[in-house]
């Protein structure tokens, strides 16, 4: 279902303008605004969903297939030495728009981009509790 007040359902069902690299019945890849960098593109479904636990499994699994071909063409076309997959849940993760996107972010040598985080040293005893709780 489209959800008349989300920017990312009116953008991917074509009522705003988008710079679009591809588009078929369920989704729509386009131009971020406010770019990482250079190619820096987003995968939208049509239907909205908030998030990727509010997705089906078969609707989650065609956005990566949409995802990797976006992303090879877009580090075919732009001559990019990488690619970073992005996909915010929730604001504690980044999320800023409530509708399911997966971020395609080409990456250049020196491009001054940090989109990795910065590493803990939990202890033995620490990552042990964490997989029990995981797992428990
Ligand atoms: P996130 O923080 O994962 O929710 O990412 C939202 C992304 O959407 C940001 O990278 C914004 O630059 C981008 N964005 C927001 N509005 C638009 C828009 N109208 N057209 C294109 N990209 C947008
Ligand atoms: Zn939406």
Redesign the pocket.
């Known amino acids: 279902m489209k959800k008349d007040d989300c920017?990312f359902c009116r953008?991917a069902n074509g009522e705003?303008p988008?710079r679009t690299i591809y588009e078929d019945t369920d989704f729509r890849v386009?131009?971020?605004?406010?770019?990482a960098t250079r190619g820096?593109a987003?995968v939208l479904p049509k239907e909205h969903y908030e998030n990727l636990f509010a997705m089906p499994e078969d609707k989650a699994a065609q956005a990566m297939k949409v995802a990797r071909a976006a992303a090879s063409q877009l580090v075919d076309k732009l001559h990019a030495d990488g690619l970073n997959l992005?996909q915010?849940n929730g604001t504690a993760a980044?999320?800023?728009?409530q509708h399911f996107?997966i971020?395609l972010i080409p990456r250049y040598e020196n491009d001054g981009q940090h989109i990795l985080w910065s590493p803990s040293s939990p202890t033995d005893k620490e990552l042990d509790e964490t997989l029990r709780s995981i797992t428990g």
Request: negative net charge; aromatic residues 0%.
């Open positions: 920017i953008i705003i988008s386009i131009l971020d605004n406010g770019p820096h987003l992005v915010n980044g999320q800023t728009v996107h971020h």
